[in-house]
């Protein structure tokens, strides 16, 4: 009982804030806050598409940063993933499944509350630096990324994801992924996680060693 409702009132600490976060202007100033309408709006003008059977989604969320986290998302989650060719070519959906030969960029985004809180980019192939550092000017809004500084002594910040670029005014984080995958997300959905799992974990705690 009492776990769930640190959990309820954690969805809820969640909500609130990332609403609070959308209402300062966010959305107004970087594509992670925008509403789906507006992102798809855009996205689908470039020729992309998005998957829609269930086995695709699954087999494209594995192994990815986020999906360990999925049990803590609050109420009003939903994570929609998105296929979009290099060459701006028309996509349907057909073209991608059951199988997807295509060479292009697998595009993961979660709304919360319709909104964008993360933002997953896989390309089929190496990302070069250039397309890095464009996908991370589409997130400035008014502010701009500094690399992430490496602590000598033990890293106080609190991180689900951990990261490797920040923004200037601390609201957005990124983690590059190898030489093809760059993830771009929220400091409050970062941070909020990283807490989530940790008190359940130290809530499981005392039952998981009870007996020795």
Do not use: C
């Not at 609190?158 to 997300?185: C, H, P, Q, T, W």
């Amino acid at each position: 009982m009492k776990k769930k409702r640190f959990h309820d009132a954690a969805r809820f600490l969640f909500q609130f804030i990332l609403a609070y976060w959308i209402l300062l202007g966010l959305s107004a100033n970087a594509r992670i806050g925008e509403d789906r309408v507006i992102i798809e709006r855009r996205i689908f003008k470039s020729g992309a598409t998005y998957y829609r059977a269930y086995e695709s989604i699954i087999s494209r969320k594995k192994n990815t940063p986020y999906a360990k986290y999925e049990p803590y998302f609050p109420n009003g989650s939903e994570v929609r993933i998105y296929f979009k060719a290099l060459d701006g070519k028309p996509i349907k959906p057909t073209d991608i499944e059951p199988r997807n030969d295509l060479t292009g960029w697998d595009f993961h985004v979660l709304y919360v509350n319709g909104s964008s809180a993360l933002e997953f980019y896989k390309k089929t192939k190496g990302m070069s630096e250039y397309e890095l550092f464009n996908l991370l000017s589409l997130q400035s809004g008014k502010s701009f990324w500094k690399k992430k500084v490496q602590q000598k002594d033990e890293d106080p910040t609190v991180s689900a994801f951990g990261f490797d670029y920040e923004r200037d005014d601390g609201k957005l984080r990124a983690k590059k992924i190898g030489g093809n995958v760059v993830m771009i997300y929220s400091t409050e959905l970062d941070e909020i996680l990283a807490v989530e799992k940790d008190e359940e974990l130290k809530g499981n705690a005392p039952q998981s060693v009870h007996g020795f």
